[in-house]
């Protein structure tokens, strides 16, 4: 009987190995095929290299237009406290002053048209950012997929910030002139620097100062829509964004 027992009870185990050496097995070939590119599927609920990439660009194509579509119309900036664009750190003084002696409506108008500026600005980063998207490796996507929940955005970030703000210069720049925002912007340091009381001139360079501003706003919000569908499966819009960001969870 004791015998008997013995031989079940290996029997037993051995099967068990078996089931767990099998499991691994098939884990060991689904990792092996994500990492070697082969597009075949080697285990159930396995994904491919392709399916990644396609993956993160939709995210990040999703991301890139939900946030600029949501900067780009009217209090966009304006109204989110998070992104508007305020004084300059420089020109806090000026401001102070001016509230100081009640001048604050030509602070106020300065603000405003800032915003309008980078608000009219915000939709010219659709067609950049989509281009840098096209352009993700196997190894980008790889990296973005076990990094951070703003690992895309950081991407983004890196690949378009230098022609986006190139891009964004002129048309903050013609955006400034179009809501007035440079001549709001020379009144508040024309009537600060005639003040008596004024000892150092100040006059920050607004278009650097707005298209960076703006910059940040758009990073931002794209940084927020990625992170709700790194955590939220009803934000993962698509079977595609469902299988690779749900892959492993």
């Not at 179009?178 to 360079?205: G, M, R």
Request: aromatic share 8%.
């Amino acid at each position: 009987m004791f015998k008997k027992a013995i031989i079940g009870f290996m029997l037993f185990t051995g099967i068990a190995v078996n089931a767990d050496a099998q499991m691994i097995r098939e884990y060991m070939n689904d990792a092996r095929g994500v990492l070697s590119g082969n597009k075949k599927k080697a285990a159930k609920g396995s994904i491919t290299n392709t399916e990644i990439v396609a993956g993160l660009k939709e995210a990040l194509d999703l991301g890139a237009k939900n946030a600029t579509n949501k900067l780009s119309v009217t209090d966009g900036f304006f109204g989110d406290a998070l992104v508007k664009v305020m004084m300059p750190p420089e020109a806090a003084k000026v401001e102070k002053t001016l509230r100081q002696i009640g001048m604050g409506a030509y602070v106020d108008k300065a603000i405003l048209a800032m915003n309008r500026a980078a608000e009219d600005a915000a939709a010219q980063a659709q067609p950049i950012f989509l281009n840098a998207i096209k352009t993700m490796t196997i190894q980008d996507a790889l990296n973005i997929l076990k990094g951070g929940n703003d690992a895309a955005t950081q991407y983004l970030k890196g690949k378009t910030t230098a022609q986006l703000t190139a891009a964004f210069r002129p048309v903050i720049s013609a955006s400034l002139d179009k809501v007035n925002a440079t001549k709001y912007w020379a009144e508040v340091f024309e009537v600060y620097n005639n003040l008596p009381t004024t000892f150092n001139k100040v006059n920050p360079d607004l278009t650097a100062y707005v298209t960076e501003r703006a910059l940040n706003g758009v990073f931002l919000h794209i940084a927020q829509e990625e992170e709700k569908i790194r955590l939220n499966p009803a934000d993962r819009v698509s079977d595609l964004l469902k299988k690779v960001f749900g892959y492993g969870k």
